[in-house]
């Protein structure tokens, strides 16, 4: 069962990302934040690579982890999702929050994904 977004978030997502967080919504993927590194203004605080966190739980989010980069992995096989993307797992045990981040390296020239 896909997560289904509304087309106004979607529409309001940096295009250069938004056919990855639609891609991972679509296999249940639940997206909190994201961004192409190019589209927005250079500015303290807005990251300046592509990226996309996803939602997870705690129990579990070591295995959520290793799925999140298997679903990567065939994407970036089918050309779905662009390779050369790191995951990384946080968790901050003071509120029980767990992020699964994911990051490309940054673009040459400021150019998106492809």
Do not use: C
């Not at 978030?9 to 909190?32: C, K, M, S």
């Not at 959520?64 to 390779?83: F, H, N, S, W």
């Amino acid at each position: 069962m896909s997560i289904k977004l509304d087309p106004k978030v979607l529409a309001d997502l940096d295009p250069g990302i938004r056919d990855v967080v639609r891609y991972l919504n679509d296999h249940e993927f639940p997206t909190t934040d994201s961004g192409d590194g190019v589209s927005k203004p250079r500015l303290t605080g807005v990251l300046d690579y592509p990226h996309v966190a996803v939602w997870a739980e705690v129990y579990g989010m070591v295995g959520r982890a290793r799925m999140l980069l298997r679903r990567l992995q065939i994407g970036a096989d089918e050309g779905k999702v662009p390779a050369g993307f790191k995951v990384q797992l946080t968790y901050d045990p003071e509120d029980d929050s767990v992020i699964i981040f994911v990051s490309w390296p940054a673009p040459a020239g400021r150019e998106a994904l492809k």
